[in-house]
């Protein structure tokens, strides 16, 4: 069994930063690809960004150049750094990871539960 935990939402004034952590633990052999997607209200999930094991790293358009990913392999932990908040970037994010659990030749996608980010004045 494999869980993803996330924390660092809150509220945060427009212009502001967050920086959000998502820890893996488990049966867990190794981790490909993490990532984070964000839900507004009333809208689809989507993609903000993704790293894989070894850094390489995309973003959204809607986000470049004020949020960057990050991991610490050794502590199977992705972050979300996050500036210059905008309204529009309320939402709940999830973090998402591709795991090989102990046993397992291949990977699965897990998620987390999602941490509330209410950018707002």
């Known amino acids: 069994q494999v869980q993803l935990v996330e924390s660092g939402g809150g509220l945060v004034q427009p212009g502001g930063s967050l920086r959000l952590s998502c820890a893996a633990s488990?049966?867990?052999?190794?981790?490909?690809?993490m990532g984070w997607y964000r839900q507004a209200p009333g809208k689809q999930r989507e993609l903000v960004a993704t790293?894989?094991?070894?850094?390489?790293?995309t973003y959204a358009d809607s986000v470049k150049g004020r949020f960057t990913i990050s991991r610490d392999n050794a502590k199977n932990t992705v972050y979300l750094q996050m500036n210059s908040l905008k309204p529009e970037d309320t939402a709940v994010y999830y973090c998402?990871?591709?795991?090989?659990?102990?046993?397992?030749?291949?990977?699965?996608?897990?998620w987390g539960k999602g941490t509330l980010v209410t950018v707002s004045s």
């Open positions: 998402n990871a591709h795991v090989i659990a102990m046993g397992f030749h291949f990977d699965m996608g897990y």
């Open positions: 790293i894989t094991s070894g850094g390489t790293s």
């Open positions: 488990g049966s867990i052999f190794s981790i490909n690809a």
